[in-house]
């Protein structure tokens, strides 16, 4: 060591690669032996990566300076310092209370073990608050503190340890996925042309009896097996190993070590027979093993790539321009990404709302398909709000903005969606795991194999080791659960269901009871003012007029039922909402309350003038105004509940509205359990209740006060008219009006589980059968690599079936409920 390197205060030579380093460089490594320079932040990751790792002893006893990055890798480093502009990264990130959220699409992701250590690396690291990787979709989500680490540290430990990364950007990502796709067809052509040539030549060969062929033939066969299997190893096999070495140099084995291990070994004996006329030779096998292998990838890539677009489509859904109108009229054509709050733009028919926003004038019709699954375009009207990402049918209308860009809903329903993939189902991770160690034991096994066949029969060692690590290649165990869970959200996804937690999909599928909220839940929330008793020195439009201003602060369903009476000249201040109880504020000095009777005149003791759903405005506790609302059922609420029961079920109706309100939708939806007059904390105590009973218990709600109870439940459901914080609590969202959505999710969450057992019993079964029968010499290559290509792709069909439901249960007229994949 010490003739490698002079103590860092007298060379300014990279402590890692012995590469110079730049002036005022921040990068450096703290050691006993005192602080080192470093000459960038690839550098920096590897050397903390190998301290952190309890290898500092590898700088002590090193003979020679590991090899420098190529020129290429060095210019990457650029870039990442680039991407700590913090004017570059309000493009891509986002900001959090904790933090800094950042979503990026990684290069070289192959399996559920390169996911593993791509989270297990970055956690590591001081200031990541979380990583997760998104399988499915290549992409990783991280959120990190600013102040502790720059995001070019992060961007330098992917590249690192083989997983180079950038920030995720729709257009690219495509672009990428369309190349690899690319370059995957390529590799399966090779791959397959060779196969079918080097059969040909190997045919003769099996079916002809000894001495048929001269020896001159048989070379000429085996040369040209020799010089056709080449480009199959060199080129269409050549991801497996580069993957196989990047596992090893990070310690955690996936599937590519075994198909590397197989692949280049057959090759290299086949071509030493070939060379010194001894021995077997085996190219058929490796011709034939790698197509299968290939083939059977592109299958999985093309079902990915498929089931991801709809994701990616909802940016896609966003127009790239947009028609805004200036003060004085005229009409000026902008990129959608400028549109700002309160900007008017102007929606022609066949176009695309470029923003979400509120409709000010025109009427049409809005297909909202890609967000919300529902096929049939729906009204929209001045005062009613339209989604960006929507479809104008019919006639022009002029939107005034309240949302647009990344704070647009088809932002935030991808930014949920990846959210989704921010942690695993328990399933998934014990399948991660036992595929690592699955691999572990297979060489082992193929070590002791090679020593029991080397005393039984040495000239079959090669083909006999070949074969057990094609046949048990733990490819279809690692696509087990995976496939089935994005098959399972993408189907969620186009039928309305919008799943933003992993452990969704895994406990919907174990549900004992379903909680419903009444106002907004059961009933459409679209409340209306039914009747208005003003008492004391109010008139009725006064009344209506100061409750409305009490309610211009309000995102509750009842808010809605006030909006046409609001006046400018009644402004509230300080008002504070009391969840399950009304509003609280100040006009014109005096405090007004609006709520239950007992919340706005505390001290007196009033009661509403009937059984109605009545509230109380009250002036410094006196009362002033009663106010009566309405709110009509949801058409498929009392099918949703009956369809709930069938499944065996338990529904319950937990609801802050009066007893004679609460009782009577109770009994005409046939909901045996209710209660009426619950507070958020009686709601909360009840799930709790439940809980400690041993009952998985899902809540569905919508409101600011439903939004404690959302977080204690098993599963939480918001529905599509919830508010945004509602919505983020949740851990599925329904983007569509039908409550009988609700229904379907549990129905194809217990058909995902079903489909991912079945995956993973077929993979440990085909594995525990296969393995014995190749280690016993009974199984050839070639139908080694064709078990091990089918095994997997009869897991990858298993689970795309769940996008294909059949219809056996409707739960409200134009709804189907898929239960069984077809």
Same mark, same amino acid.
């Given at each position: 060591?010490?003739?490698?390197?002079?103590?860092?205060?007298?060379?300014?030579?990279?402590?890692?690669?012995?590469?110079?380093?730049?002036?005022?460089?921040?990068?450096?490594?703290?050691?006993?032996?005192?602080?080192?320079?470093?000459?960038?932040?690839?550098?920096? #990751?590897?050397?903390?990566?190998?301290?952190?790792?309890?290898?500092?002893?590898?700088?002590?006893?090193?003979?020679?300076?590991?090899?420098?990055?190529?020129?290429?890798?060095?210019?990457?480093?650029?870039?990442?310092?680039?991407?700590?502009?913090?004017?570059?990264?309000?493009?891509?990130?986002?900001?959090?209370?904790?933090?800094?959220?950042?979503?990026? #699409?990684?290069?070289?992701?192959?399996?559920?073990?390169?996911?593993?250590?791509?989270? &297990?690396?970055?956690?590591?690291?001081?200031?990541?608050?979380?990583?997760?990787?998104?399988?499915?979709?290549?992409?990783?989500?991280?959120?990190?503190?600013?102040?502790?680490?720059?995001?070019?540290?992060?961007?330098?430990?992917?590249?690192?340890?083989?997983?180079?990364?950038?920030?995720?950007?729709?257009?690219?990502?495509?672009?990428?996925?369309?190349?690899?796709?690319?370059?995957?067809?390529?590799?399966?052509?090779?791959?397959? *042309?060779?196969?079918?040539?080097?059969?040909?030549?190997?045919?003769?060969?099996?079916?002809?009896?000894?001495?048929?062929?001269?020896?001159?033939?048989?070379?000429?066969?085996?040369?040209?097996?020799?010089?056709?299997?080449?480009?199959?190893?060199?080129?269409?096999?050549?991801?497996?190993?580069?993957? @196989?070495?990047?596992?090893?140099?990070?310690?955690?084995?996936?599937?590519?070590?075994?198909?590397?291990?197989?692949?280049?070994? #057959?090759?290299?004996?086949?071509?030493?027979?070939?060379?010194?006329?001894?021995?077997?030779?085996?190219?058929?096998?490796?011709?034939?093993?790698?197509?299968?292998?290939?083939?059977?990838?592109?299958?999985?890539?093309?079902?990915?790539?498929?089931?991801?677009?709809?994701?990616?489509?909802?940016?896609?859904?966003?127009?790239?321009?947009?028609?805004?109108?200036?003060?004085?009229?005229?009409?000026?054509?902008?990129?959608?990404?400028?549109?700002?709050?309160?900007?008017?733009?102007?929606?022609?028919?066949?176009?695309?709302?470029?923003?979400?926003?509120?409709?000010?004038?025109?009427?049409?019709?809005?297909?909202?398909?890609?967000?919300?699954?529902?096929?049939?375009?729906?009204?929209?009207?001045?005062?009613?709000?339209?989604?960006?990402?929507?479809?104008?049918?019919?006639?022009?209308?002029?939107?005034?903005?309240?949302?647009?860009?990344?704070?647009?809903?088809?932002?935030?329903?991808?930014?949920?969606?990846?959210?989704?993939?921010?942690?695993?189902?328990?399933?998934?991770?014990? @399948?991660?795991?036992?595929?690592?160690?699955? *691999?572990?034991?297979?060489?082992?096994?193929?070590?002791?194999?090679?020593?029991?066949?080397?005393?039984?029969?040495?000239?079959?060692?090669?083909?006999?080791?070949?074969?057990?690590?094609?046949?048990?290649?733990?490819?279809?165990?690692?696509?087990?659960?995976?496939?089935?869970?994005?098959?399972? &959200?993408?189907?969620?996804?186009?039928?309305?269901?919008?799943?933003?937690?992993?452990?969704?999909?895994?406990?919907?599928?174990?549900?004992?009871?379903?909680?419903?909220?009444?106002?907004?839940?059961?009933?459409?929330?679209?409340?209306?003012?039914?009747?208005?008793?003003?008492?004391?020195?109010?008139?009725?439009?006064?009344?209506?007029?100061?409750?409305?201003?009490?309610?211009?602060?309000?995102?509750?369903?009842? @808010?809605?039922?006030?909006?046409?009476?609001?006046?400018?000249?009644?402004?509230?201040?300080?008002? *504070?909402?009391?969840?399950?109880?009304?509003?609280?504020?100040?006009?014109?000095?005096?405090?007004?309350?609006?709520?239950?009777?007992?919340?706005?005149?505390?001290?007196?003791?009033?009661?509403?003038?009937?059984?109605?759903?009545?509230?109380?405005?009250?002036?410094?506790?006196?009362?002033?105004?009663?106010?009566?609302?309405?709110?009509?059922?949801?058409?498929?609420?009392?099918?949703?509940?009956?369809?709930?029961?069938?499944?065996?079920?338990?529904?319950?109706?937990?609801?802050?509205?009066?007893?004679?309100?609460?009782?009577?939708?109770?009994?005409?939806?046939?909901?045996?359990?209710?209660? @009426?007059?619950?507070?958020?904390?009686?709601?909360?105590?009840?799930?709790?209740?439940?809980?400690?009973?041993?009952?998985?218990?899902?809540?569905?709600?919508?409101?600011?006060?439903?939004?404690?109870?959302?977080?204690?439940?098993?599963?939480?459901?918001?529905?599509?008219?919830?508010?945004?914080?509602?919505?983020?609590?949740?851990?599925?969202?329904?983007?569509?009006?039908?409550?009988?959505?609700?229904?379907?999710?549990?129905?194809?969450?217990?058909?995902?589980?079903?489909?991912?057992?079945?995956?993973?019993?077929?993979?440990?079964?085909?594995?525990?059968?296969?393995?014995?029968?190749?280690?016993?010499?009974?199984?050839?290559?070639? #139908?080694?690599?064709?078990?091990?290509?089918?095994?997997?792709?009869?897991?990858?069909?298993?689970?795309?079936?769940?996008?294909?439901?059949?219809?056996?249960?409707?739960?409200?007229?134009?709804?189907?409920?898929?239960?069984?994949?077809?």
């Amino acid at each position: 060591m010490n003739e490698l390197r002079e103590p860092a205060s007298q060379c300014r030579e990279c402590y890692h690669c012995g590469y110079p380093v730049p002036e005022n460089a921040p990068w450096k490594i703290r050691l006993e032996d005192g602080e080192h320079p470093l000459c960038c932040p690839g550098c920096e #990751a590897v050397a903390h990566a190998i301290v952190e790792g309890g290898l500092a002893s590898y700088y002590r006893f090193r003979t020679q300076l590991p090899e420098r990055p190529e020129d290429m890798d060095a210019a990457r480093i650029d870039i990442w310092t680039v991407y700590d502009d913090p004017d570059l990264q309000q493009e891509f990130v986002h900001q959090q209370d904790d933090g800094n959220v950042v979503t990026l #699409a990684v290069e070289g992701i192959t399996c559920a073990a390169c996911a593993w250590l791509i989270e &297990h690396r970055l956690n590591a690291l001081a200031g990541v608050a979380s990583s997760a990787v998104n399988l499915t979709h290549h992409r990783l989500r991280v959120a990190w503190d600013p102040q502790q680490l720059a995001l070019s540290r992060i961007l330098a430990e992917l590249a690192a340890i083989g997983y180079p990364a950038q920030p995720y950007e729709p257009d690219q990502v495509q672009a990428r996925l369309k190349h690899d796709e690319r370059m995957a067809i390529r590799r399966l052509i090779v791959a397959a *042309v060779a196969m079918m040539q080097v059969m040909m030549f190997s045919i003769p060969m099996y079916m002809s009896e000894p001495g048929e062929i001269s020896p001159d033939f048989i070379a000429l066969f085996h040369w040209l097996s020799f010089a056709l299997a080449t480009p199959v190893v060199l080129f269409s096999a050549l991801p497996f190993f580069r993957n @196989a070495w990047r596992d090893l140099k990070t310690r955690m084995l996936g599937m590519d070590v075994p198909v590397s291990l197989a692949i280049g070994g #057959a090759y290299l004996a086949s071509g030493y027979a070939v060379i010194s006329g001894h021995g077997e030779t085996y190219f058929d096998s490796v011709a034939m093993f790698t197509f299968f292998l290939l083939f059977g990838r592109y299958i999985e890539m093309r079902a990915r790539r498929r089931n991801g677009q709809s994701g990616n489509a909802l940016i896609k859904a966003l127009p790239m321009s947009a028609l805004r109108l200036e003060e004085d009229g005229r009409e000026r054509a902008i990129p959608s990404n400028r549109l700002a709050p309160e900007d008017r733009i102007l929606v022609k028919p066949g176009h695309s709302v470029p923003a979400d926003g509120i409709i000010e004038e025109g009427r049409s019709s809005l297909d909202e398909a890609m967000l919300t699954g529902e096929p049939t375009p729906v009204p929209r009207g001045p005062g009613e709000r339209v989604t960006g990402g929507s479809h104008n049918v019919e006639s022009p209308l002029i939107v005034r903005v309240t949302h647009a860009g990344a704070q647009s809903r088809a932002a935030g329903i991808l930014d949920l969606s990846d959210r989704a993939f921010s942690s695993r189902p328990r399933i998934a991770d014990l @399948a991660s795991r036992t595929a690592h160690y699955f *691999v572990i034991a297979l060489l082992l096994i193929s070590t002791l194999v090679v020593i029991a066949w080397s005393q039984i029969d040495p000239s079959r060692v090669l083909w006999v080791t070949l074969s057990l690590l094609v046949v048990t290649c733990p490819c279809a165990l690692a696509l087990a659960t995976p496939t089935a869970l994005t098959a399972g &959200h993408g189907q969620l996804r186009r039928r309305g269901v919008l799943i933003t937690r992993a452990h969704a999909i895994e406990t919907l599928a174990q549900l004992d009871r379903v909680i419903f909220d009444k106002t907004g839940t059961l009933t459409q929330g679209r409340m209306t003012l039914d009747a208005t008793q003003a008492l004391a020195s109010l008139s009725v439009d006064q009344a209506r007029s100061l409750a409305a201003a009490l309610e211009a602060h309000s995102e509750h369903p009842i @808010a809605r039922a006030f909006h046409p009476y609001r006046q400018p000249q009644y402004k509230a201040s300080q008002v *504070v909402s009391r969840p399950g109880l009304g509003l609280e504020g100040y006009l014109d000095g005096r405090r007004w309350r609006l709520g239950k009777p007992d919340f706005a005149a505390p001290a007196r003791s009033v009661s509403p003038p009937d059984d109605g759903t009545w509230l109380l405005l009250a002036e410094e506790g006196t009362p002033r105004a009663w106010f009566s609302l309405r709110d009509a059922l949801r058409d498929d609420a009392d099918m949703t509940v009956d369809a709930l029961k069938a499944m065996g079920l338990k529904v319950e109706l937990l609801s802050g509205d009066g007893e004679a309100k609460v009782a009577a939708l109770a009994r005409e939806l046939g909901i045996a359990q209710w209660r @009426a007059g619950a507070s958020p904390e009686d709601k909360l105590s009840r799930i709790k209740t439940l809980q400690a009973a041993g009952e998985k218990v899902a809540m569905v709600g919508d409101g600011i006060n439903d939004v404690p109870v959302l977080a204690g439940a098993d599963v939480a459901i918001a529905m599509n008219g919830a508010t945004d914080l509602a919505r983020t609590s949740a851990d599925a969202v329904l983007l569509s009006p039908h409550l009988s959505r609700v229904a379907e999710a549990i129905e194809l969450s217990r058909a995902t589980r079903r489909v991912i057992r079945q995956n993973l019993v077929w993979a440990l079964c085909y594995n525990l059968i296969a393995l014995p029968l190749a280690a016993c010499g009974l199984i050839p290559p070639w #139908a080694a690599a064709l078990g091990m290509s089918a095994s997997s792709l009869i897991v990858v069909g298993n689970a795309l079936r769940l996008g294909r439901g059949r219809t056996t249960r409707t739960v409200h007229p134009g709804v189907s409920t898929s239960v069984e994949p077809a």
